[in-house]
């Protein structure tokens, strides 16, 4: 399984572009990278997936190099209810193993 | 129905009750999982099933009994449990793509505490 590293938090104000990037080095051939979201006792929620290049969505976009080893995802101009902590995941078929997270705090 | 229905919301127990917590899907999809999650810390995976049938167990002890009745139905029963299993339990479901493009639709979770 690839092992991925993010920020452990982050800071940013309303209506700024939130950047977060992850780390993947050892992401395999077949795997995507996936993004979730998650707010205090709730489950996470599926954000954003890709394979390469740039995907978008109504909420967010990920960009991923050539090289694959990296992925940011880009938040457009947050507010105050983005804050969350953000997961980076990669791969890896049913064995889907969360990492540390990024905890994204927005200040008005 | 794009949803996790996952019940109780909340569940207080003592260490010898016997209990189960359910967690529902109606969106066809052929893989069920059960995550716990303490405060401040990832979700953390604990079984899988794929087509009904347990695929991934992480070495939970085995007073963590999954079951999986049908391809909709999740359960997890819970017995001799200590006061440091109280945690977040999530359920979560996937369509299960076999080319690492899994995505989970994950239940608003049971609070558990262990008295």
């Known amino acids: 399984l690839a092992k991925t590293t993010q920020p452990i938090s982050m800071d940013s104000y309303e209506g700024q572009e939130v950047n977060i990037t992850c780390s993947h080095n050892?992401?395999?051939?077949?795997?995507?990278i996936t993004w979730y979201q998650q707010f205090p006792s709730q489950g996470p929620r599926f954000i954003i997936q890709?394979?390469?290049t740039k995907v978008t969505n109504e909420v967010a976009s990920l960009f991923i190099p050539a090289d694959r080893k990296s992925s940011t995802l880009s938040l457009p101009r947050v507010s105050l209810s983005d804050t969350a902590v953000y997961y980076c995941?990669?791969?890896?078929?049913?064995?889907?193993?969360f990492g540390k997270g990024t905890r994204l705090h927005i200040l008005p | 129905d794009t949803e996790v229905t996952q019940t109780p919301k909340h569940l207080v127990m003592g260490m010898t009750n016997k209990k189960s917590l359910k967690c529902e899907q109606h969106m066809g999809h052929r893989a069920m999982y059960w995550y716990k999650q303490k405060a401040k810390k990832p979700p953390e995976l604990m079984f899988v099933y794929s087509y009904e049938k347990l695929s991934i167990n992480e070495s939970v002890p085995s007073r963590f009994s999954p079951e999986c009745p049908n391809s909709s139905l999740l359960n997890l029963h819970l017995h001799a449990l200590q006061p440091e299993d109280s945690a977040l339990y999530l359920c979560a479901s996937s369509q299960g793509r076999g080319d690492g493009a899994n995505v989970l639709t994950f239940g608003a979770g049971s609070r558990l505490t262990v008295l």
């Open positions: 890709g394979y390469k």
């Open positions: 050892n992401i395999a051939t077949n795997d995507y």
């Open positions: 995941l990669v791969g890896a078929h049913d064995k889907i193993i």
